[in-house]
């Protein structure tokens, strides 16, 4: 096998450390100038907030002030649009599901990276080895002739690998994401979803989820006291599987053994897909009513069936957490009283309120809900007037009495 002169031998990802030098470059970036931070406190608006690894990324960062002054300004752009957007509640779950600013800049670079090796694999060179999470970045650049041999080169590397920085790549975003959780969960357990309904500094439904990534840590932990092969509590994504490696440390390698023969499962169906595929299209051609199909159909077709992993435990926990949460945050707007619990407490966060505002009934109950969070972006904004907020232009500035870059991340980001 032809490795690249780059690879070195080293066993992470190369696009891993791609994403790493973008997030490290991304804080700075964002406040460069004038232009950026307008760009940046757009952003923030568009996507309803940072995902939990760059909120965590951010707030340990040396550009707090700045931050605060765009997280500022984005909530101010999002009281505009609550006011001047009737049908913004309806479709702002859209907007929750996108990438955050900083995964969008990071994934571009990734994206060019791709494309550089996209470039040296078609002169001969193969890919380096790729991370569980980065091989779905380049099946899915990768054109008809370069896909088969993607698929085997992979699969070859990644055969009987029990090494978790090959299986996982770079363990940084992980643990800025687990990070985050563990600080805000502060150790405390919750019976239901409403203890958290008052809690100062968690948006209930974040709490209810990173709750349930640690029952589920506990019960990676149980099967590996016990010893079983850990087949149904084990994850299959990059992040989940770092997060479970680096709580049950002695069952790293069985964990990476377990994500990676997954993953190589997957790509021998994939490739033997393709090739039936192939087979069948020859046959199909000595017929007089033979018709070509698209390339780009086929080509489509192959990427989809390239790389179907089994879904990872913790991922589907997760999604089935937010939604229980939601549900139980929207069942209680009617309640004056418990109402007046989430007035009082942190409240919802700008991507779980969008879940709730498209669950809430119509009528009083979605009102009380959006006069809640816009109340809440209000003092995010500092007195700063919604009008003004269509021209922000001092985004350098921190506008008097508003709440701590702390504080407003928490609202403009998810915890888990
Ligand atoms: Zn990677
Ligand atoms: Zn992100
Ligand atoms: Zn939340
Ligand atoms: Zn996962």
Known sequence: ????????????????????????????????????????????????GYCASHAE???????????????????????????????????????????C????????????????????????????????????????????????????????QLRGCADIARVAGSPRSARRWRARMCRLLAERRFEQVADLFDAPALCPVCGWIAQTIERWIDSVRTAVRIGADGETVFPLCAGHVWIAADECGDAAAAIAAHAAAAVCRSLAAGLQAIQRDERADAEARASVWYRRRSPAYVLGQWRRGALRMPACLPCLLAATALEFAVEAVVDVLGSTRQRGRLERGHGLCMKHFAYAALLAPRGSARDALIAMQTEKLRALAGQRSAAVSAHVRAESELPAGSPGPGTALSHLSAAA
């Open 101 to 156: 600013p900083a995964c969008q800049w990071r994934d571009r670079h990734v994206g060019r990276e791709a494309h550089r090796w996209l470039a040296l694999a078609g002169t001969g060179l193969t890919w380096p080895p790729l991370c569980i999470d980065h091989l779905h970045t380049a099946i899915g650049i990768a054109p008809q002739g370069a896909l088969q041999p993607l698929l085997a080169q992979q699969g070859e």
């Open 57 to 99: 990324l951010i707030e340990t960062a040396d550009e707090q002030s700045e931050f605060a002054a765009l997280y500022a300004a984005a909530a101010a752009r999002l009281v505009d649009r609550f006011e001047r957007e009737p049908d913004f509640t309806r479709t702002a779950v859209f907007d929750a599901q996108h990438a």
């Open 1 to 48: 096998m032809d490795l690249s002169p780059h690879v070195d031998g080293a066993g992470t990802c190369a696009l891993c450390a791609t994403a790493d030098t973008a997030d490290a470059r991304y804080c700075r970036h964002a406040v460069a100038g004038l232009e950026q931070r307008r760009h940046c406190s757009e952003a923030i608006a568009a996507t309803l």
